[in-house]
């Protein structure tokens, strides 16, 4: 009986050894087939781990596919040695991840470096006068008579005062200037604050304009 077992045995490891792998079976590369980590050049690799790049002043031995594959490979693996070595690893719930130092290599610009905008008019004449521009202060101001912050400007804005009061005093002089326009006292500071709009944008167009003509 144990001859039997040892036999059959001996006809399955027999049978194991003739078993060939399929084609979708992975099968591990020999040493022969890998390739060494370390990389060396008669001429040694410039790196700039800032840019992740490595310079290869080494001439191509051939530009057949595999000369190019292998050199690419070396290029690679030098950097990623290099990037492994010198720069600070951390470890965090992450990932592990690596501090790159500055960049040393200027890159080029995609586009042109944009020209300096034309001076206004405004702008001339300051600097012809030597007016200098003012600090621009918050966009709310203190109303005494509510003892809140009210924005300048915009709704319920404080340029706007006086003009939904239910209650208006009025002079002879503000009577005669409303009467002049042809409306109600009440309506006169909104009628002014829109002229005042209204001239504002026109001095800006006629300042454009000026501006093309200059710039040809």
Not at 36 to 44: D, G, H, L, Q
Not at 75 to 92: F, G, M
Not at 169 to 174: A, Y
Request: proline residues 7%; hydrophobic residues 30%.
């Amino acid at each position: 009986m144990s001859t039997e077992v040892e036999s059959n045995a001996m006809d399955t490891a027999a049978s194991a050894t003739t078993l060939e792998p399929t084609p979708s079976s992975s099968v591990p590369l020999t040493k022969r087939d890998k390739h060494p980590i370390t990389v060396t050049k008669p001429v040694p690799y410039t790196f700039d781990l800032g840019n992740l790049l490595i310079n290869d002043f080494n001439p191509l031995p051939s530009t057949t596919e595999s000369s190019l594959l292998n050199t690419a490979r070396d290029a690679a693996q030098a950097l990623i040695n290099q990037l492994l070595t010198t720069c600070t690893i951390t470890s965090t719930s992450a990932g592990v991840h690596l501090t790159l130092p500055e960049p040393s290599t200027p890159l080029p610009r995609e586009k042109p470096v944009p020209s300096a905008a034309p001076k206004t008019a405004w702008e001339k004449f300051a600097a012809k006068k030597g007016i200098r521009a003012k600090k621009r202060e918050g966009k709310t101001v203190f109303d005494e008579a509510s003892g809140e912050w009210v924005p300048k400007w915009g709704y319920k804005g404080a340029n706007k005062k006086g003009e939904e009061e239910w209650i208006v005093e009025v002079d002879e002089k503000t009577q005669a200037k409303a009467d002049e326009r042809g409306g109600s006292v009440r309506g006169l500071g909104r009628a002014e604050r829109k002229e005042r709009v209204r001239r504002n944008e026109r001095k800006m167009r006629a300042n454009k304009r000026g501006e093309r003509k200059a710039g040809g």
